[in-house]
């Protein structure tokens, strides 16, 4: 018998899990944390969402099995959104499935498409389940890099012409977490260009669809005439309407990816619970002022986390998208890794961030910090991070005032 079964050696340790428990031991012991380690939303899902949510619930009819691949009033809602969003037709019917969130979606596209032994082409550094969720079904991952310029597509060739067996698919995450990079249409037209040229699957996560800033809304790969013969793609309520908890997300794109997914899918689940699905067609249908209101609302926390943290002494870039900095490590604490920096960040600035290199080797140098806490909070956490930056010796911005 085995000391361990073959998808746990499969698995490497989940570092991000060690700040996650040094967190909560911390915690526990009654210390006040800022927790800007974890993407979870902090604020509250629309009144008329939850109030359909209630509403449904009280049905004796909504508490049986759902559809598996959604409800089809949640299907059209979907339909309704790509095409008041992006301008971009799709059939609810063949082109749109449920998922429990965009995670799960694409571990279940991965379960439906994946032979041993097929390589996947996947961003470094990115979100793990863009490469676990396919090592999981058998897969092997060639890594590409997350910065889409020319060396992004040189890297495409090259895995193409020196790989074997040839890449099947690409995933490809933008804005992307965790490093808040975006790309423009024409990015996604020469990416579509290319997929089909080397007849290669994309899967766009495009969960973050809406926190975009600066007035550059993000881009749909679907918009590429054509993209719907190669491409499917994920979005996800979580940060859009504050519903991360309830797990409500879709696929949509080519109808073969559609299907095999679908079906997968009839075997491992029965979808999520109606009242969810119900609340969901009301937060896709109903008034969409949250979404401004959530978008400027990240801006706002954006700023202050720069402005404050740079006076404190740590220079972070400002974020195009997405709920994430993706910050370099002090100059002068850089040789300490990211997991090191992050462990004691909790212990002497009582700030949780997550360490980059939990997302790939390339995430090295690198902490993403989360926008999910208030515009206060952040000012206190840069006030902290001052303090434990002044007592590792490094001089700080003082004369420009207090962080």
């Known amino acids: 018998m085995s000391e361990e079964f073959y998808r746990m050696k499969r698995l490497p340790p989940y ?168 790309v423009d249409l024409a990015f996604y037209e020469r990416l579509v260009a290319w997929a089909k040229e080397n007849k290669v699957w994309v899967l766009s996560d495009l969960a973050y669809s809406e926190l975009y800033y600066d007035g550059n809304p993000t881009p749909s790969i679907l918009q590429v005439p054509g993209a719907k013969d190669v491409a499917i793609e994920f979005t996800s309520l979580s940060k859009t309407y504050s519903m991360a908890g309830w797990r409500m997300g879709f696929a949509v794109g080519n109808k073969k990816l559609i299907a095999a997914m679908t079906r997968v899918k009839s075997y491992l689940d029965y979808g999520a619970f109606t009242p969810i699905q119900a609340a969901a067609c009301a937060a896709l249908n109903g008034p969409q002022d949250i979404v401004e209101k959530n978008r400027e609302l990240y801006h706002k926390r954006r700023d202050v986390l720069v402005e404050s943290f740079g006076r404190a002494g740590w220079d972070i870039p400002a974020a195009r998208a997405s709920m994430f900095c993706w910050a370099p490590l002090p100059p002068a604490l850089k040789d300490m890794g990211s997991l090191e920096f992050s462990k004691q960040l909790l212990t002497h600035a009582k700030v949780a961030v997550a360490p980059g290199v939990g997302y790939g080797e390339d995430g090295e140098g690198f902490v993403r910090i989360a926008m999910v806490e208030n515009e206060q909070r952040l000012r206190q956490a840069a006030r902290n991070v001052k303090k434990y930056l002044q007592s590792m010796g490094i001089n700080t911005p003082s004369s420009k005032g207090a962080a």
Do not use: C, W
């Open 15 to 182: 570092v991000i899990a060690e700040v996650n428990a040094m967190r909560a031991a911390a915690r526990a012991a009654g210390e006040d944390i800022i927790d800007l380690g974890m993407g979870n939303p902090d604020l509250p899902p629309p009144d008329h969402v939850i109030e359909k949510l209630i509403e449904v619930a009280r049905k004796p009819s909504a508490h049986g099995y759902s559809q598996s691949r959604g409800i089809p009033g949640l299907r059209r809602a979907q339909a309704n959104y790509y095409a008041r969003r992006f301008g971009v037709e799709v059939d609810p019917e063949t082109e749109v499935v449920v998922t429990m969130g965009s995670k799960e979606g694409l571990a279940s596209l991965a379960t439906a498409i994946t032979e041993p032994g097929d390589v996947v082409l996947a961003p470094n550094p990115s979100y793990p389940i863009h490469t676990f969720g396919f090592i999981l079904a058998g897969a092997t991952i060639r890594s590409v890099p997350t910065t889409p310029d020319e060396q992004y597509f040189r890297s495409l060739d090259r895995a193409m012409a020196f790989t074997v067996p040839r890449p099947s698919i690409l995933v490809v995450n933008y804005p992307s977490n965790p490093t808040a990079e975006t």
